[in-house]
């Protein structure tokens, strides 16, 4: 059994029940009570975790966790701990870069939240990054951009989408048009998966960051940066420059200077 002090929860008799009025904390493997023992068991044909809460000698609460709700019972069993993977909070980007000359960049990124208001029109926002290439020579990258639109409306205007790379210095490296990107196509509370292949130069040592330009469609407009689309991110868009800012990488060797590949 297991002591943890303090929550009131709703009585309930009957053998289980979906939800539990008065212990929001339930639903996130967390329990703060009272006088409340806690008795838990892995049923292994669901793979669902169960526990019953005891208040006091009659009144008890039988309760039904399962991934459903962000997490999962992982290696239970019968009288040993129980170990919970929970959704990670929401936070700045997280990156992960392998590799040396031939890298690969994979990220996770965040939605901002909306507040307290409901804003009406799109919410354009970046779920996961990848990219792969060669900074010892040209080569060709290989993109991935999963993109989710958190808002009641879709895109009114197609935009065309840039990746950009650039210098720690400000030097521009790497300008090129994600045609395959088509952010107007990612309905209300859908989800899309965008892949691209595009030339891309050799890389001296230095310090770079990767962005989205994500320009205005009105010509006049176009190098305005108040005016570009910035994703609805954390950590992610930059209203002083307009851009969308996904990773940062660092070329410790001498860039080769080889023929694009075929």
Not at 180 to 199: G, I, M, N, R, Y
Not at 229 to 248: C, E, F, Q, W
């Amino acid at each position: 059994m297991l002591e943890l002090p303090g929550v009131r929860c709703q009585r309930a008799s009957g053998p289980s029940i979906k939800s539990l009025s008065g212990c929001p904390s339930a639903a996130f493997g967390v329990i703060s009570s009272r006088g409340l023992k806690i008795a838990k068991e892995v049923d292994g044909s669901l793979g669902l975790l169960k526990a019953r809460i005891v208040a006091g000698k009659h009144a008890s609460i039988v309760f039904t966790l399962s991934a459903m709700l962000g997490f999962s019972a992982l290696g239970a069993r019968p009288g040993e701990n129980l170990k919970f993977a929970v959704q990670q909070a929401p936070g700045p980007p997280q990156c992960d870069i392998k590799g040396s000359g031939e890298i690969t960049i994979t990220c996770n990124y965040s939605a901002a939240s909306p507040g307290t208001e409901q804003i009406a029109g799109p919410r354009i926002a970046l779920d996961h990054a990848s990219l792969f290439f060669d900074t010892d020579q040209d080569s060709h990258m290989k993109i991935g951009l999963t993109v989710s639109n958190r808002g009641s409306a879709a895109i009114s205007q197609s935009r065309t989408v840039y990746i950009a790379i650039d210098g720690t210095d400000g030097s521009n490296y790497l300008r090129r048009a994600l045609p395959h990107v088509d952010l107007s196509k990612v309905a209300p509370q859908q989800t899309v998966v965008f892949s691209e292949t595009l030339l891309s130069p050799a890389f001296p040592r230095g310090a770079y960051a990767i962005y989205l330009w994500i320009p205005s469609p009105e010509t006049s407009l176009k190098f305005d940066p108040s005016h570009n689309l910035l994703l609805n991110n954390i950590g992610v868009p930059d209203s002083a420059t307009g851009l969308n800012r996904l990773a940062t990488f660092t070329v410790n060797a001498s860039a080769g200077r080889k023929k694009h590949p075929h």
